[in-house]
């Protein structure tokens, strides 16, 4: 095999987002290339992709000797997250695909007392692997097996959940790291080393173990009356609260590591992971088309 074979082989896709518009969604690898993906040309049952077709609109490389782990859309700006430092990208020029370069960066050093943070949420003993933040509430899992619920309003831990106590949800082959939390008012869902479960938002007692087969979770999403999940599994899942499954959508990587999903302009599921390969779903149900970068 090639060199640039064997790196086609061994890509991962770590994160995904969608453009302002809903029109364009774009995908970062451990190459630190970010593809661009025209999604209304992408979204159209009635006409059958080329080859060509199925692999971005174009790329460009924002550093060879880095992985990209973060992406974030805002209207003006793609927010992109490597080791060690933020860059901003205007989605004007990405859409364009004109002079795509950086506009601003921000350095995050790596020793401890090296940046000024006013506000510290410290509890967590190892690496954080989530947050998701609704309201004044965030709630973050990690390496240590805590989900820590806080308080964004006076920077205070109120409650911490350890899945992995609970010898129904524990799976000591795995670890008791936590890969993925999510919520809504009324419920929060958690999974990674222990099985995915779900937990009742203010008295946190577990009401659902979910029943799916994985190694290990990485995605974890409340959104409207279902959970969508996903990690080390053949399969990226949509389920109802009480546990039953509605739609097994087949991955074409080992791992997922990346979900998203917009209703307009263009309703799309794009889900990525351990391969080259982005897995796209117009329903949210059936895998329609996969796509390369």
Same mark, same amino acid.
């Given at each position: 095999?090639? !060199? @640039?074979?064997?790196?086609?082989?061994?890509?991962?896709?770590?994160?995904?987002?969608?453009?302002?518009?809903? @029109? &364009?969604?774009?995908?970062?690898?451990?190459?630190? +290339?970010?593809?661009?993906?025209?999604?209304?040309?992408?979204?159209?049952?009635?006409?059958?992709?080329?080859?060509?077709?199925?692999?971005?609109?174009?790329? /460009?490389?924002i550093d060879p000797n880095i992985q990209i782990n973060s992406l974030i859309s805002t209207d003006t700006f793609l927010i992109v997250g490597t080791v060690g430092e933020i860059r901003a990208y205007l989605w004007k020029s990405i859409k364009t695909s004109k002079s795509v370069n950086c506009v601003?960066?921000?350095?995050?050093?790596?020793?401890?007392?090296?940046?000024?943070?006013?506000?510290?949420?410290?509890?967590?003993?190892?690496?954080?692997?989530? $947050?998701?933040?609704?309201? @004044?509430?965030?709630?973050?899992?990690?390496?240590?097996? $805590?989900?820590?619920?806080?308080?964004?309003?006076?920077?205070?831990?109120?409650?911490?959940?350890?899945?992995?106590?609970?010898?129904?949800?524990?799976?000591?082959?795995?670890?008791?790291?936590?890969?993925?939390?999510? &919520?809504?008012?009324?419920?929060?869902?958690?999974?990674?080393?222990?099985?995915?479960?779900?937990?009742? /938002?203010?008295?946190? @007692?577990?009401?659902?173990? /979910?029943?799916? %087969?994985? +190694?290990?979770?990485?995605?974890?999403?409340?959104?409207?009356?279902?959970?969508?999940?996903?990690?080390?599994?053949?399969?990226?899942?949509?389920?109802?609260?009480?546990?039953?499954?509605?739609?097994?959508?087949?991955?074409?990587?080992?791992? !997922?590591?990346?979900?998203?999903?917009?209703? %307009?302009?263009?309703?799309?599921?794009?889900?990525?992971?351990?391969?080259?390969?982005?897995?796209?779903?117009?329903?949210?149900?059936?895998?329609?088309?996969?796509? !390369?970068?």
């Amino acid at each position: 095999m090639t !060199t @640039n074979s064997i790196k086609a082989f061994y890509n991962t896709i770590l994160c995904q987002t969608f453009s302002p518009c809903g @029109n &364009y969604f774009v995908a970062g690898d451990i190459y630190g +290339k970010i593809s661009v993906f025209h999604l209304s040309r992408l979204i159209n049952l009635d006409v059958k992709l080329s080859k060509e077709e199925q692999f971005p609109k174009y790329s /460009f490389v924002i550093d060879p000797n880095i992985q990209i782990n973060s992406l974030i859309s805002t209207d003006t700006f793609l927010i992109v997250g490597t080791v060690g430092e933020i860059r901003a990208y205007l989605w004007k020029s990405i859409k364009t695909s004109k002079s795509v370069n950086c506009v601003w960066s921000i350095d995050i050093p790596n020793i401890k007392d090296g940046l000024d943070k006013p506000d510290v949420l410290s509890e967590h003993t190892d690496y954080i692997h989530d $947050l998701t933040v609704l309201g @004044n509430d965030l709630i973050s899992g990690g390496e240590d097996g $805590l989900v820590c619920i806080w308080d964004l309003r006076d920077y205070k831990r109120i409650n911490t959940i350890q899945p992995y106590l609970n010898n129904d949800i524990d799976r000591p082959e795995l670890g008791k790291w936590i890969g993925a939390v999510g &919520y809504n008012e009324d419920y929060l869902i958690c999974g990674g080393g222990p099985r995915l479960s779900l937990w009742h /938002f203010r008295s946190l @007692n577990h009401s659902t173990i /979910f029943p799916i %087969e994985d +190694k290990g979770i990485h995605i974890a999403e409340i959104y409207q009356d279902k959970i969508f999940a996903g990690g080390r599994s053949p399969y990226f899942y949509q389920m109802c609260f009480n546990g039953d499954i509605i739609a097994e959508i087949p991955t074409s990587g080992v791992t !997922t590591y990346s979900a998203i999903h917009q209703e %307009e302009p263009y309703k799309a599921l794009c889900i990525a992971g351990s391969s080259r390969k982005i897995d796209v779903c117009s329903n949210f149900i059936y895998r329609d088309l996969v796509l !390369t970068v």
